[in-house]
Structure formats: C-alpha cells, structure tokens
C-alpha cells in the first residue's frame, strides 16, 4: 500500500463546476501537509498547506482530518486555468522530514 | 510493480567533496526530472530529461550542478565542490511523457536522497 493514496483521476469537468480531491496516507507520523500543483512540464508548485483547522484560500478549501488520516481539496468555480495534476503531500519528521508525495489526481477544466 | 528508486538515501560528506547521486526511473518512462527541497522550500526543479532530447537545465543553481542520463535510463545527478547551501533532499521522478497540450502525465517521484554537507 502506498503511503500516500490519491484518486488518480482524470477529472474532466466543466467550467464552473465544484471539484474535491481526496487523500489518504498511511504513516500516523505525518505531521505535515500539503498541496502541490503541477503543469505540464513544469515543476510541482506549492498550491497550499492544509491545517487542522481546515483552510481557505480564495476558490480553494483545504481540509485535514487526523483521525482519519485524510485530506481533500475542494476547488469552486473551476476555472480553465485550473487544468493541472495536483499532487498530496505529506512530511514526515521523524524521517528527517522526509517527504511523501502522492501520484497526482489529473484535473481537465473544459469549456 | 518497481517505482523509481534512488540511491543513496542519505548521504552526509564535507564541505568541498564531490558527491553523485543516482535515479533509477520506472521502466518505460521516457521523461526523468531532478528536483530539490531544502528545508522550509518548495520543491525546486533542476533539470528535465526526455528521451533523445536535449536536457532542459534551466533549474540548475550552479556549474558546480551537472547530470547525465545513459541509455534513457539511469541518470546521475553531480554535484562538484559541495558547499552547506546544498544540503537538501534530491527527488527524482519519471513519467510517460503527455501529449502536447494536455495536463501533465503524473510524475512518479522517488524517496529522495537527502545530502548533509557538514
């Protein structure tokens, strides 16, 4: 089992459309989180922390739950910018802050 | 199946030592990317592999950076001279390579190689 879970996607939506991504990860030493962004052939962007408290940030909310060692994405209005692979991504600091990235769910905004 | 594997894991060596450090992709993949993460950082792209292709090397800091892919496979990652700044972790990831104009293929990243330079 992998340590970190993704839906590996695509998700073709339409303009405007809501869209929520999941993840799950194994290791109960995760301490922290995050979301990455990635474009076709560009490196994996930093799109947001996620924290306990759950997170906000403009059309994107982040949310974390410990119990159940889950994390999700939920993007509004989706935009055609949006089109992208978005990535989960876990640290571990007690493996000297290892970081365990998921495989990515591919997102398709179409018109 | 086999993912990418990198070696070392970790590797810990004084400041102006030579150090090489090795990716193995998933078979079949045709593109092959190193990055790095310091502490506190982001990820940060340091150059890009695609088949017969030139490299992009766009990403990497310094001439000291140097890397190489043989036969479309393994590639080595080198860093000459080692100096503290470049203590990271080094993540290598490989992918199918996308068509043109659609999102990005994911990219299967390895577990790193995390450099100390004391």
């Known amino acids: 089992r992998k340590e970190v879970e993704q839906d590996p996607g695509p998700f073709n939506v339409p303009e405007g459309a809501t869209v929520a991504f999941n993840c799950t990860y194994s290791?109960?030493?995760?301490?922290?989180f995050f979301w990455y962004r990635q474009d076709c052939r560009k490196e994996p962007k930093l799109l947001m922390s996620?924290?306990?408290s759950g997170n906000e940030d403009g059309r994107f909310t982040a949310q974390l739950n410990r119990a159940s060692q889950y994390i999700s994405l939920l993007i509004r209005d989706s935009k055609l910018s949006d089109s992208a692979t978005y990535l989960c991504?876990?640290?571990?600091?007690?493996?000297?802050?290892?970081?365990?990235f998921g495989q990515g769910t591919e997102l398709s905004v179409k018109p | 199946g086999a993912g990418v594997s990198q070696s070392p894991s970790n590797k810990v060596t004084e400041k102006g030592k030579d150090v090489e450090l090795r990716c193995d992709p998933i078979?079949?993949?045709?593109?092959l990317y190193w990055y790095r993460q310091s502490l506190g950082q982001g990820l940060e792209f340091l150059i890009y592999?695609?088949?017969?292709?030139?490299?992009?090397k766009s990403g990497l800091p310094s001439d000291r950076f140097s890397a190489e892919r043989t036969g479309g496979s393994v590639s080595t990652l080198t860093i000459q001279r080692t100096q503290q700044e470049d203590s990271a972790v080094y993540l290598c990831?490989?992918?199918?390579?996308?068509?043109?104009?659609?999102?990005?293929?994911?990219?299967?990243f390895g577990d790193g190689t995390r450099l100390s330079i004391l």
């Open positions: 290791n109960s030493a995760s301490q922290s």
């Open positions: 991504v876990v640290l571990i600091y007690n493996q000297g802050g290892k970081l365990i």
């Open positions: 996620v924290y306990s």
């Open positions: 078979s079949g993949h045709t593109a």
């Open positions: 592999f695609q088949g017969n292709s030139a490299p992009d």
């Open positions: 990831a490989s992918s199918l390579e996308g068509k043109r104009g659609t999102v990005a293929q994911p990219q299967h």
